[in-house]
Structures are given as structure tokens and as C-alpha cells.
């Protein structure tokens, strides 16, 4: 691929959603990665620079995704990523026109997120407490597991938070998502008085465990006093879901599913939601409006004039 077509160009895009856009290292890295990808494709067909890409390659590149098996969520990522590096390139003026923009990503899957009911919830949340053991290490899981249903955190802003990003008196919670953006979270009572017995008796005894310089800032330690890695909340979460009973797999991102809906399920509306999850776009949080249909039920009989 020459100097002076796709890799040039790309690594201008790069710049700009780092530097100008702000988003998160891993986002950058997603984007990379994607128009790497399509620009290799693209080159393999004798297309070396993006003034002579034509809409037609574009979907033939999207249909070579598809043959691959590449799921519907994953075509609309890729296609989503050559949508932004085709829109930049028009404003480099590094091409006539935008070719990308009438190709349409695929039907996403209709799948619903896994989300577990009320009962659940309390069920997992109970056997992380292990009938109020002060162990340090289970005063943290429940704190943990508290703290994330109550704000509906992603497991990177859970582990990422720090000391000073909770006021226990105002009873609210600064969290750091994508692209660095913050957003203040309420903390319901729950979680304030699990969180209040892990920072009273079990942080500071992990944190002695720490060697050298122990950790000040972090919330949650592990075992060794420093951070909490994401891979010990798939853990933590998992082992609770064995001890409540619960018959299904169990990942972090479930609590912030569960978080949504119930919100949903209990007449928050979406644009809260969304504000409260902090996702860009109200689309992505349209899915938490799903309706059981047990509520479908229930909802039909008390309010249809002529149900009963």
C-alpha cells in the first residue's frame, strides 16, 4: 500500500478521533484494526488509494463479511468504522465524494440482553454478602456488586474508580466512560451501606497486602492490594451466581442490563436512561424497552376497557 494513499490518511483519522474526538484507547484501537483490514481487502483487489474506492467495493466488502459468518453486530462495527474514516476523508478533501454513505450496515440481531428479574438480583446480591461475613474479600464483593446494579456501570468504569470519585454524603458517584466522559451517578442506600462496610474493614486490610507503594487511590483491591482487574469481576460475578442459584451465565455487563430494564420496567424513560448509562445515542439504549410477557399480560388486563 503506498505512503501516500490509505496509511497516510489513516493515520490522520487516528490523530483526530484521539486528539480532537477523544475517544477511549480501546475505541481508537477498534478503528484501527477495521480500516486496516478493509484497506488490505481493498488493496488485494487493486484498489490502492481511497480516491478510487466505488460504492460497489464497499458492498462487496460488506458481502465478504457476511461469507466469512461475521455476525450482524460485528458487519455494522466494521461498516460503521470505513462510514467515519470516508466521512473524514471527504473533509481532508482527500476524496471527490463519499462512497460508504448509501451503503447500509446490515439488520442487527433482535436479541434481547440478559437481564436477570428483582428476585434475582436480590438473590445475587445476598450471596455475595455470604450472610455478613466481615471477610475483606467478601465485604468487597458485595460492595462491588452493590455499587455496580446501583449505578449500571460498565466493569472498566467499576474497577477504574477511585476514592475520590465517591461523595458519600451527597450520596453520588463520578463515573468515567468512553472517551473520558464523565457523568455523576446517584448511589441508592443499598450500595452506600455496602460500600461504607468495605471502606471501614475490609479496604485497608487489603491494601497492607500491597508490596512497595500500597494503593491509595483505588475503591476496589484485590488480594495483592492493587487494582481490581475486569477479569476478577467476571470472576466474582460468577461464583455469586453459583451460590444464589441462578442456572445461567453470568457476566458483569449483566447487572448494567438488569440496572436498565428494571429502570425501564419501573417508568423511567429511555432519554433518562440513556443519560444514566451514558450511551451517545438513545438507539443503543432502546433496547431495555423490552416488555415481558408476563407485563404485556398484567398491563392488558387492568388497562383494556373490556379485558375482563
Not at 91 to 112: C, I, M, R
Not at 184 to 196: K, S
Request: proline share 3%; aromatic share 6%.
Amino acid at each position: 500500500m503506498e505512503r501516500n494513499g490509505f496509511d497516510a490518511l489513516l493515520e490522520q483519522f487516528l490523530a483526530h478521533i484521539d486528539v480532537e474526538r477523544g475517544l477511549s484507547r480501546a475505541t481508537v484501537k477498534a478503528y484501527e484494526s477495521d480500516i486496516r483490514r478493509y484497506a488490505d481487502w481493498l488493496r488485494g483487489r487493486g484498489t490502492d488509494t481511497p480516491n478510487a474506492v466505488a460504492k460497489q467495493d464497499v458492498e462487496d466488502y460488506v458481502a465478504c463479511l457476511d461469507a466469512a459468518g461475521e455476525s450482524a453486530r460485528s458487519k455494522a462495527r466494521r461498516l460503521a468504522s470505513i462510514h467515519e474514516f470516508h466521512k473524514f476523508a471527504l473533509a481532508q478533501h482527500a476524496v471527490a465524494d463519499d462512497v460508504a454513505a448509501a451503503v447500509k450496515a446490515p439488520k442487527a440481531s433482535s436479541d434481547l440482553p440478559d437481564v436477570l428479574s428483582i428476585d434475582e438480583v436480590g438473590r445475587l446480591l445476598d450471596a455475595a454478602a455470604m450472610h455478613g461475613s466481615d471477610d475483606p474479600v467478601v465485604l468487597r464483593d458485595h460492595a462491588l456488586l452493590e455499587f455496580m446494579y446501583a449505578t449500571g456501570s460498565r466493569v472498566s468504569e467499576a474497577v477504574g474508580a477511585d476514592l475520590n470519585d465517591i461523595d458519600m454524603d451527597e450520596h453520588v458517584a463520578r463515573l468515567t466512560g468512553k472517551g473520558s466522559k464523565q457523568r455523576l451517578m446517584p448511589v441508592g442506600r443499598y450500595a452506600q451501606e455496602a460500600l461504607t462496610a468495605y471502606l471501614n474493614a475490609g479496604r485497608s486490610a487489603l491494601e497492607r497486602k500491597a508490596k512497595g507503594t500500597p494503593e491509595r487511590r483505588a475503591i476496589f483491591l484485590n488480594k495483592r492490594g492493587r487494582r481490581l482487574s475486569r477479569q476478577s469481576v467476571w470472576e466474582i460475578i460468577r461464583l455469586a451466581g453459583e451460590r444464589a442459584h441462578i442456572d445461567r451465565p453470568l457476566h458483569p455487563h449483566t447487572l448494567r442490563h438488569s440496572f436498565a430494564t428494571h429502570l425501564i420496567q419501573g417508568g423511567a424513560d429511555v432519554r433518562t436512561v440513556q443519560e444514566l448509562l451514558g450511551h451517545a445515542s438513545v438507539t443503543t439504549t432502546q433496547i431495555y424497552t423490552h416488555v415481558s410477557p408476563e407485563n404485556l399480560i398484567e398491563t392488558y388486563l387492568t388497562s383494556h376497557p373490556r379485558a375482563r
